[in-house]
């Protein structure tokens, strides 16, 4: 079965640089969250998105930006990045807003140097 | 707002052993319930979840949760664990408590279970 497709899938960065993170979700979901994983953390909720509108809001940094396409890909936009910005950074899919589960990709591990 | 705990860190059990991972959260409304794993540095796979009806849910891999209202409590069970079950366990709770989406996912600390031959 096709699962959610993130890339990079490793990325190294400098800081002050930016970053372009990118998700691709299960084929007829709608709805894609962001979440980001530092070492020996859980996940933090970041923003998602639900037929290309914004639907929820977190622990965003101002720095970062996100959207969703018309194919309902989405890419998490991170600028001037900070060593703290080290982590691993989910994608997750599902078919609506309501009580649907989430299912999530593989990640995309940043570290910044 | 809402939060998830994980009491245990870190649970050793031996192969074959039954197991439970415990589960406690806070929500203003009703609940959806999830237990995903996780293996290091992969992505995070989705157990099995709660949103209603019956409180004993099945899930994959031969785990089951029951949901507790009356104490919070979501916890994970399995019978006879097998070393492959050797992982981080996370519950997370979701739903729309006078928010904007349901989706929003809020995960607990995580246990790691290390699994004795």
Redesign the interface.
Known sequence: AAGVIQSPRHLIKEKRETATLKCYPIPRHDTVYWYQQGPGQDPQFLISFYEKMQSDKGSIPDRFSAQQFSDYHSELNMSSLELGDSALYFCASSTTTGPAEQYFGPGTRLTVT | AQSVTQPDIHITVSEGASLELRCNYSYGATP?L?W?VQSP??????LL?Y?SGDTLVQGIKGFEAEFKRSQSSFNLRKPSVHWSDAAEY?CAV??NAG????????????TILTVHP
Not at chain 2, 41 to 46: C, D, E, P, R, V
Not at chain 2, 99 to 110: E, I, R, V
């Open positions: 959806y999830f995903y540095g992969q992505g995070l796979q989705l979840k949103f996370f979701g739903g928010g904007t989406s349901y989706g929003k996912l809020t995960f607990g600390q995580g």
